[in-house]
């Protein structure tokens, strides 16, 4: 049976803020591994920078995609606390729809890009589309956590902070 807790384990905080470093190094790195395919794609040469971060793109992006795996495992045999007493039955559905579609997201990118780079599929389009998506889901995420935290002062953000 999962158990709910008041805050999240040492290893539920760590593997967030792992997946938080790692996705925000993929954000601002992607356009290289862009330029990488496209000159790879026109038969031209490809810059050594482009090339250094594009392979730092891809590795990253499989690791991504184990530590995701290792996070839903771990998400559904210890379960994640209850929400805050006294929110919203609304705001506790969106909370839970987007911490899903992170999970969606996280899961299904790198996959995209796998499939994209070896041409197995012509998904470099909706590959790319998940940058602007992420960073709305990102934008949402926090915007939350600073309003539970600094508005409502339910104690929301400590939770990912301090483990319980």
Same mark, same amino acid.
């Given at each position: 049976?999962?158990?709910?807790?008041?805050?999240?384990?040492?290893?539920?905080?760590?593997?967030?803020?792992?997946?938080?470093?790692?996705?925000?190094?993929?954000?601002?790195?992607?356009?290289?591994?862009?330029?990488?395919?496209?000159?790879?794609?026109?038969?031209?040469?490809?810059?050594?920078?482009?090339?250094?971060?594009?392979?730092?793109?891809?590795?990253?992006?499989?690791?991504?995609?184990?530590?995701?795996?290792?996070?839903?495992?771990?998400?559904?045999?210890?379960?994640?606390?209850? #929400? +805050?007493?006294?929110? /919203?039955?609304?705001?506790?559905?969106? &909370?839970?729809? @987007?911490?899903? !579609?992170? %999970?969606?997201?996280?899961?299904?990118?790198?996959?995209?890009?796998?499939?994209?780079?070896?041409?197995?599929?012509?998904?470099?389009?909706? #590959? +790319?589309?998940?940058? /602007?998506?992420?960073?709305?889901?990102? &934008?949402?995420? @926090?915007?939350? !956590?600073? %309003?539970?935290?600094?508005?409502?002062?339910?104690?929301?953000?400590?939770?990912?902070?301090?483990?319980?």
């Amino acid at each position: 049976m999962v158990e709910h807790r008041n805050g999240y384990s040492p290893l539920q905080i760590g593997i967030h803020w792992l997946v938080v470093l790692m996705v925000v190094v993929q954000i601002i790195i992607g356009e290289n591994m862009e330029e990488m395919v496209e000159a790879l794609e026109k038969g031209e040469p490809v810059g050594a920078s482009d090339a250094f971060w594009g392979t730092v793109h891809y590795w990253l992006g499989i690791a991504i995609f184990a530590v995701m795996l290792v996070r839903l495992a771990v998400r559904l045999t210890s379960g994640a606390p209850a #929400h +805050a007493g006294g929110t /919203p039955r609304w705001q506790n559905i969106a &909370a839970g729809a @987007v911490h899903w !579609a992170f %999970y969606v997201v996280l899961l299904s990118v790198p996959i995209s890009g796998l499939v994209a780079y070896y041409g197995i599929a012509d998904v470099g389009d909706l #590959h +790319a589309l998940s940058k /602007p998506i992420l960073i709305v889901l990102i &934008a949402i995420h @926090v915007g939350a !956590a600073l %309003y539970n935290q600094f508005v409502r002062k339910d104690g929301t953000l400590m939770r990912m902070v301090r483990p319980q």
